[in-house]
């Protein structure tokens, strides 16, 4: 069952910007916290942005000032504006709650001049 479609990710510059989109299911929009989270090759998944149903966020201390990440409820989706793109934040982004089950395809973000 695909509950969580990552999209968005692509090839850009060193200080440009993407947004991620992160197509959720109605069950999983309405109750739970969402996060971006992002896996580099040979290093662990982390956590970079997460949000509330209530909207609060909070951010991994390597993004903040430069991420932000929203819900539109009319969409069922969560997006994650990354501006002011690094080097060390080529990843594979995904989408997920807290605590998920299970881990989608992602999707790929590579920033290189």
């Known amino acids: 069952q695909v509950q969580l479609v990552e999209s968005g990710g692509g090839l850009v510059q060193p200080g440009g910007s993407l947004r991620l989109s992160c197509a959720a299911s109605r069950i999983i929009f309405s109750f739970y916290s969402l996060g971006w989270y992002r896996q580099a090759p040979g290093k662990q998944r982390e956590l970079v942005a997460s949000?509330?149903?209530?909207?609060?966020?909070c951010y991994a201390d390597s993004v903040k000032g430069r991420f932000t990440i929203s819900r539109d409820s009319a969409k069922n989706t969560v997006y994650l504006q990354m501006n002011s793109l690094k080097p060390e934040d080529t990843a594979v982004y995904y989408c997920?709650?807290?605590?998920?089950?299970?881990w989608g395809q992602g999707t790929q973000v590579i920033v290189s001049s």
């Open positions: 949000i509330t149903s209530g909207g609060s966020t």
């Open positions: 997920n709650r807290q605590n998920g089950p299970s």
